[in-house]
């Protein structure tokens, strides 16, 4: 009797489940019912996952889409772009939830999703898209052995942001090239008038020494690691009598424990000086909840370096979107992924994301950038830090293991556990460790 009653309800699921196929859902990539003509329509439906907040521009892009194409509809899904961020977004991509384009923003986490499987190859579509002619020589940054695992399509910049009107008092020119040095002196004159008289990013605090590497190597000749190099040991030794003997930038202790809003800082007028990315102009242009009464000039990174010609700096290309190599749904999200990337991300300019085609035009660009906001800022400065300086750029490619070591021991230094020569040693150790392993 129980075998019987149970192979009853075995069979009443089958017949409910084939009921409900028979209905069939909207799902992506299928035929819906066109209520008005009786007949199939089929309209393809993708998901993208990207980091920025919806109103600070994906919104608007994927809405200019929709309303121009019936026939491919797109919806945006944000995540926050940190540790938590994109391991809920690796979750999803490796239990096949409907994605069919996202958003990258580290080398490293690419190359998780490469290996995962879940990154198409676009080698066979680049006949009818070049990645290298549109976006320029700095694409090739984004590659893995060679290949394009999707597409990067943001111009990044890394800059100094100044208190114009801080700086036509202290009679200071806006540098179009400096040195670690002449920064430190500009940050000493101009604390007299502010808490600091720089605040920096954590994000791009490791900059200089990547700077350095990117120009004399990551290793020696005999395969070891560079980290060692004297210009480690003169950064950390500048920037530590910056913090404790001018006390013109915060101490990195003190800005780690308390999760120092650097930004704020800047636009409130506590610090003269911010040293950041193009992220800024989402701040800055919000006068509402950052209301200043000082115009914004830029200047680019200062350099380690001696010789201007050998210096490189942060920046490249961003927002590297890939098309999911599980997505039913490829053509469809690599012909969006095109017209995003040739000037449909003009609404992402308002957010402080600039396209890096060059087939978007970039006065354009800067229009979406500043709106009705440009009188606040030295336009001319900002000009040649985003389109003018010609100094080369580099995206980060170390391992995220190598890197937390390193700020393991830099972090160290600077709060008194050791000396600036043995941080880079045993900076230089953990990579060579890393190296052989």
């Known amino acids: 009797m129980r075998k019987m009653k149970m192979l009853t309800m075995v069979v009443s699921l089958l017949v409910i489940t084939s009921m409900l196929a028979a209905c069939g859902g909207n799902n992506s990539g299928t035929a819906e019912k066109d209520s008005n003509k009786g007949a199939d329509t ?13 109103e600070s521009g994906p919104q608007e892009v994927v809405d200019n889409w929709n309303a121009a194409n019936a026939d491919i509809q797109v919806e945006y899904v944000r995540y926050v772009n940190d540790d938590d961020g994109n391991l809920k977004l690796d979750t999803a991509l490796l239990t096949g939830q409907s994605i069919d384009l996202y958003v990258s923003y580290t080398m490293s986490n690419i190359q998780k999703r490469v290996d995962a499987g879940v990154a198409l190859d676009l080698t066979s579509r680049l006949g009818e898209y070049n ?17 394009y695992y999707g597409m990067p399509t943001k111009k990044n910049a890394s800059f100094v942001a100044l208190n114009q009107n801080a700086l036509e008092k202290a009679n200071l020119k806006i540098p179009k090239e400096w040195t670690w040095d002449e920064y430190k ?20 605090f490791m900059d200089p020494l990547d700077s350095v590497l990117e120009n004399i190597g990551y290793t020696k000749a005999d395969g070891s690691s560079n980290m060692d ?40 007028g506590e610090a003269a000086m911010l040293s950041i990315g193009e992220w800024l102009i989402r701040s800055s242009n919000n006068l509402d909840e950052y209301p200043r009464d000082f115009k914004i000039a830029f200047a680019p990174i ?5 010789n201007s010609e050998d210096f490189i700096t942060s920046g490249g290309l961003g927002d ?21 990337a040739d000037g449909g991300m003009a609404p992402m300019a308002a957010g402080g994301r600039l396209p890096s ?16 906001k440009a009188n606040t800022y030295d336009v001319d400065s900002l000009k040649y830090v985003l389109f003018e300086d010609t100094t080369p750029t580099f995206v980060r490619n ?27 040693a045993n900076m230089a150790k953990h990579h060579n460790k890393f190296i052989n392993k």
């Open 357 to 372: 085609s060059k087939d978007m035009d970039a006065s354009v660009a800067l229009d979406n950038l500043l709106g009705d």
């Open 131 to 147: 990645i290298d002619e549109k976006m320029g020589p700095d694409a090739k940054l984004w590659q893995l052995d060679g290949t």
């Open 42 to 54: 089929s309209t393809i439906k993708l998901v993208m996952w990207g980091g920025v907040p919806p």
């Open 320 to 340: 590297f979107i890939s098309v999911n190599a599980k997505s039913k749904n490829q053509d469809a999200a690599w012909k969006f992924l095109q017209w995003y």
């Open 229 to 268: 190099n004297e210009y480690t040991v003169k950064w950390l030794e500048i920037s530590n009598e910056m913090m404790t003997v001018d006390k013109s930038t915060p101490t990195l202790g003190e800005q780690l424990t308390s999760k120092m809003p650097v930004e704020n800082m800047f636009l409130g």
């Open 302 to 306: 200062p350099r380690l370096l001696e």
């Open 185 to 204: 002196e500009y940050a000493k004159i101009l604390n007299q008038d502010f808490d600091y008289g720089l605040v920096q990013s954590t994000v791009s």
């Open 398 to 424: 170390l391992a995220q293991e190598v890197i937390d070591l390193r700020t393991q021991e830099y972090e160290k230094y600077f709060l008194g556990g050791q000396n600036a020569q043995d941080a880079a």
